[in-house]
């Protein structure tokens, strides 16, 4: 009974679950890449695992783009992880500031390919 009050407790306080809304502006112009508006759903996994389904939002609707499964550093309050594509491995680093995440997602070169600004709802 304790302990079910702990995790519940622990899980409530948890900032990072939830529906997640803001932009996605390219970096690397000119390319495939467009700026979009976005809305990350975030669910925890395991502790400290989180699963981001990535949508953008064309005329209105949902678009889903990717599952991206992340790791967060309590310590430094980043989320990251990495996408699998067509064009190759990138990564993608959130940081976690109050009810925002602001980070960029980067090619498996290094090149900086996009920077994220979402508000959570």
């Not at 395991?46 to 967060?72: C, H, P, Q, S, W």
């Amino acid at each position: 009974m304790i302990v079910a009050a702990i995790l519940l407790a622990t899980a409530a306080a948890d900032p990072i679950p939830g529906t997640w809304e803001g932009t996605s502006l390219c970096q690397v112009k000119p390319s495939p890449c467009h700026d979009e508006h976005v809305i990350y759903r975030v669910t925890q996994t395991a502790f400290g695992r989180y699963k981001l389904d990535a949508y953008k939002v064309v005329n209105g609707k949902e678009i889903f783009m990717a599952a991206i499964d992340l790791t967060f550093d309590s310590g430094r309050s980043v989320l990251q992880g990495t996408i699998m594509g067509n064009r190759g491995s990138s990564r993608v680093w959130l940081t976690l500031k109050s009810n925002r995440l602001s980070g960029r997602l980067t090619l498996g070169d290094g090149t900086l390919y996009r920077l994220i600004e979402v508000t959570k709802r």
